[in-house]
């Protein structure tokens, strides 16, 4: 029977297929066909296995922008019996209809909608990357935002705004909505008939080499959002899904996401703040970096968090210490005037994180991120404030476990959470270092 069984993440193949002229502007270690899925549970059931076949092959293609798919299924051998899995009728079953299996046909189609696909929506943030096949302009390249869009050793970013009004966007949806099965864990469809589903979506502006005054856009991710009702005339904008194809990760590009999104929560007046359903642990380190950053390069917040002897060396955030103080350009010391200063102004907090935009139990995170960074906690005094209103928030959070716990026991575990917080807290400083 083993003979007989595929693993279904190996089997399916994904690609993000390109024009022509579009591939002709790729760089050479560019990749964007061939990935795998992370997860295939949703389709191919718990043990991710498909029975039936020998060297089995999936092929779904999507057209780079429009996302018109393709897909194929060949196989060496296939068994003549009833318990053989039917791969094409079960794939079908996630993907829109109207899906393609002749391969002339669907090349075709990538030809025509490359210049003709245009995202819909509200553009809400761009930003630049320098081309991976541009001399001297590789990987890491420095200071990428400060890149001229208009050279052709230069690739745009573009965040799109959209909902189900829309036109077409209802129909992209069901095309690009198969990367959440595939891409997060425990990730599910969303309800259509639900009509209050916002969505931002990330695409690459490519220039064709042979036409520099031509652009194409390509996929890269998107996240949809859930507008709750918050108190007394606005609204809380949940994050639900949030997902960056394989060949655009650990580019930076779901950080820009991100902030793209906040930064729209923040220009919205009817929008009170911005929460997020469940983060899996790889997004919740990227908010927590992301609002850091955003925090630390607020002046005012600064100024008046720590107070007015806090000095900052140049170039980016300054490493943590063990000893929780900055371990390059960061921090000279910190006046006990400061507002963050444990026991925190409860009050100010509370103005800046509605200011902010940001979730209670988040804002608190930061807060206690932001105060091991910035203080010298081998004081004992700061110390023990600062043990002290974290256990504060611990206990809060946990309190209908620790309820039932005798009082020495109740103790001890909110040590050993508190010491467990800390350590998690100078890993996550790291990544702003």
Same mark, same amino acid.
């Given at each position: 029977?083993?003979?007989?069984?595929?693993?279904?993440?190996?089997?399916?193949?994904?690609?993000?297929?390109?024009?022509?002229?579009?591939?002709?502007?790729?760089?050479?270690?560019?990749?964007?066909?061939?990935?795998?899925?992370?997860?295939?549970?949703?389709?191919?059931?718990?043990?991710?296995?498909?029975?039936?076949?020998?060297?089995?092959?999936?092929?779904?293609?999507?057209?780079?922008?429009?996302?018109?798919?393709?897909?194929?299924?060949?196989?060496?051998?296939?068994?003549?019996?009833?318990?053989?899995?039917?791969?094409?009728?079960?794939?079908?079953?996630?993907?829109?209809?109207?899906?393609?299996?002749?391969?002339?046909?669907?090349?075709?189609?990538?030809?025509?909608?490359?210049?003709?696909?245009?995202?819909?929506?509200? !553009?809400?943030? %761009?930003?630049?990357?320098?081309? =991976?096949?541009?001399?001297?302009? +590789?990987? @890491? $390249?420095?200071?990428?935002? &400060?890149?001229?869009?208009?050279?052709?050793?230069?690739?745009?970013?573009?965040?799109?705004?959209?909902?189900?009004?829309?036109?077409?966007?209802?129909?992209?949806?069901?095309?690009?909505?198969?990367?959440?099965?595939?891409?997060?864990?425990?990730?599910?469809?969303?309800?259509?008939?639900?009509?209050?589903?916002?969505?931002?979506?990330?695409?690459?502006?490519?220039?064709?080499?042979?036409?520099?005054?031509?652009?194409?856009?390509?996929?890269?991710?998107?996240?949809?959002?859930?507008?709750?009702?918050?108190?007394?005339?606005?609204?809380? !904008?949940?994050? %639900?899904?949030?997902?960056?194809? =394989?060949?655009?990760?650990?580019? +930076?590009? @779901? $950080?820009?996401?991100?902030? &793209?999104?906040?930064?729209?929560?923040?220009?919205?007046?009817?929008?009170?703040?911005?929460?997020?359903?469940?983060?899996?642990?790889?997004?919740?380190?990227?908010?927590?970096?992301?609002?850091?950053?955003?925090?630390?390069?607020?002046?005012?917040?600064?100024?008046?968090?720590?107070?007015?002897?806090?000095?900052?060396?140049?170039?980016?955030?300054?490493?943590?210490?063990?000893?929780?103080?900055?371990?390059?350009?960061?921090?000279?010391?910190?006046?006990?005037?400061?507002?963050?200063?444990?026991?925190?102004?409860?009050?100010?907090?509370?103005?800046?994180?509605?200011?902010?935009?940001?979730?209670?139990?988040?804002?608190?995170?930061?807060?206690?991120?932001?105060?091991?960074?910035?203080?010298?906690?081998?004081?004992?005094?700061?110390?023990?404030?600062?043990?002290?209103?974290?256990?504060?928030?611990?206990?809060?959070?946990?309190?209908?476990?620790?309820?039932?716990?005798?009082?020495?026991?109740?103790?001890?575990?909110?040590?050993?959470?508190?010491?467990?917080?800390?350590?998690?807290?100078?890993?996550?400083?790291?990544?702003?270092?």
């Amino acid at each position: 029977m083993a003979d007989w069984t595929t693993d279904s993440n190996e089997a399916l193949a994904l690609s993000l297929v390109r024009a022509k002229e579009d591939i002709e502007s790729l760089g050479e270690e560019e990749s964007y066909e061939g990935f795998h899925p992370g997860f295939t549970y949703p389709i191919f059931g718990e043990d991710e296995k498909i029975y039936g076949y020998k060297d089995l092959r999936i092929d779904l293609r999507f057209a780079s922008g429009s996302l018109a798919q393709y897909l194929s299924v060949e196989y060496a051998e296939k068994l003549a019996a009833s318990t053989t899995d039917d791969v094409q009728a079960t794939l079908s079953e996630f993907i829109p209809e109207d899906y393609l299996t002749d391969e002339a046909e669907f090349l075709k189609r990538v030809e025509e909608d490359a210049t003709s696909f245009r995202p819909s929506g509200q !553009l809400i943030h %761009s930003y630049t990357r320098p081309s =991976p096949g541009a001399k001297g302009k +590789g990987k @890491g $390249s420095a200071n990428a935002q &400060s890149l001229d869009a208009t050279s052709e050793d230069v690739i745009e970013f573009e965040v799109y705004h959209t909902n189900w009004n829309t036109p077409g966007f209802r129909e992209y949806h069901r095309r690009m909505q198969l990367f959440i099965l595939l891409y997060i864990e425990g990730g599910s469809y969303i309800q259509e008939e639900e009509d209050t589903w916002e969505f931002a979506v990330l695409f690459e502006k490519r220039k064709q080499r042979s036409a520099p005054h031509t652009a194409t856009y390509h996929f890269v991710g998107y996240s949809s959002l859930y507008p709750f009702y918050c108190f007394p005339e606005k609204t809380r !904008l949940r994050l %639900s899904q949030f997902v960056i194809l =394989p060949p655009y990760q650990r580019g +930076g590009h @779901g $950080s820009e996401l991100y902030n &793209s999104i906040y930064r729209y929560v923040v220009s919205q007046p009817t929008i009170a703040e911005l929460t997020v359903e469940d983060p899996a642990e790889a997004f919740e380190d990227l908010r927590d970096k992301n609002d850091l950053i955003m925090l630390l390069n607020n002046p005012q917040f600064m100024e008046e968090a720590f107070g007015e002897a806090v000095t900052h060396g140049g170039g980016r955030v300054g490493g943590v210490g063990k000893a929780g103080r900055s371990g390059r350009g960061g921090v000279a010391k910190v006046q006990a005037k400061g507002k963050i200063v444990p026991p925190s102004d409860r009050a100010w907090l509370e103005k800046w994180r509605k200011d902010l935009k940001i979730a209670l139990r988040q804002f608190q995170r930061l807060v206690e991120m932001l105060i091991l960074f910035k203080m010298d906690i081998s004081d004992p005094r700061t110390m023990r404030a600062y043990r002290l209103q974290v256990k504060e928030r611990l206990y809060r959070f946990n309190f209908e476990i620790l309820a039932q716990m005798e009082k020495e026991e109740r103790h001890d575990k909110l040590e050993e959470t508190f010491q467990s917080v800390k350590e998690d807290y100078h890993r996550i400083l790291a990544l702003v270092s």
